[in-house]
Nanobody, 124 residues
Framework: QVQLVESGGGLVQAGGSLRLSCAAS????????MGWFRQAPGKEREFVAA????????YYADSVKGRFTISRDNAKNTVYLQMNSLKPEDTAVYYC?????????????????WGQGTQVTVSS
């Protein structure tokens, strides 16, 4: 079993920054992939970014590329999402997810474990 606990959401002005954290526990993470997704009201869950735990290889959705950075701290079993130059359209509930596979995917169904979600609101 894997437990994921998110933190770091909040309210920011457009152009501001937030860093989301997702602390994982319950197993080792030498062969998993971690992803961030978001879901805005009335919209489907959207892929944001992913990272492989062992190699640190990253992948980003076009909508956040150049603004968001995903990273991990292996010693802390924590994955981060640094969000810069935030826009009102970034407003959503953000979820972290873990896959048993060392490969990541844009498909939410690929992931086996999910955090509770944290609200990010960007005002104009």
């Amino acid at each position: 079993q894997v437990q994921l606990v998110e933190s770091g959401g909040g309210l920011v002005q457009a152009g501001g920054s937030l860093r989301l954290s997702c602390a994982a526990s319950g197993r080792t993470f030498s062969s998993v992939a971690m992803g961030w997704f978001r879901q805005a009201p009335g919209k489907e869950r959207e892929f944001v970014a992913a990272i492989t735990w062992s190699g640190g290889i990253t992948y980003y959705a076009d909508s956040v590329k150049g603004r968001f950075t995903i990273s991990r701290d292996n010693a802390k079993n924590t994955v981060y999402l640094q969000m810069n130059s935030l826009k009102p359209e970034d407003t959503a509930v953000y979820y972290c997810a873990a896959a048993k596979s060392p490969h990541y995917s844009e498909d939410a169904d690929w992931y086996d474990y999910w955090g509770q979600g944290t609200q990010v609101t960007v005002s104009s």
